[in-house]
C-alpha cells in the first residue's frame, strides 16, 4: 500500500497498530522487500492463519509485483 493510502485507511496495518506495538516498515525502493512480504506470505500460510485466496495474502503479494514493476 502507498503512503499516503495506508495513513488514509481506517482499517490499514498502520492504523489498526496498538500505541505499544512495534511495526517494521519495508519500503518499495528495497530490493528485499518483495522476497520478505512472499517469504511472510507463505509462512501466515504455512503456520494455518492465511489460505492463499486470503485477501490479506493476495494484495501483498500484488503489493510485492507493484515494488517490482517500478523498478523497471
Known amino acids: 500500500m502507498r503512503k499516503q ?10 492504523n489498526k ?4 506495538e512495534m511495526l517494521f516498515v519495508l ?3 528495497d530490493k528485499c522487500a518483495p522476497a520478505t512480504i512472499r ?3 507463505m509462512e501466515r500460510i504455512r503456520k494455518g492463519k492465511n489460505k492463499n485466496t ?3 495474502i ?15
Open 54 to 56: 486470503d485477501l490479506q
Open 17 to 20: 497498530a496498538r500505541d505499544h
Open 39 to 41: 517469504f511472510w506470505c
Open 5 to 14: 493510502d495506508e495513513l488514509e485507511d481506517p482499517g490499514s496495518c498502520w
Open 58 to 72: 493476495q494484495e501483498a503479494l500484488q503489493c510485492a509485483d507493484a515494488m517490482e514493476r517500478d523498478w523497471l
Open 27 to 29: 519500503l518499495g525502493r
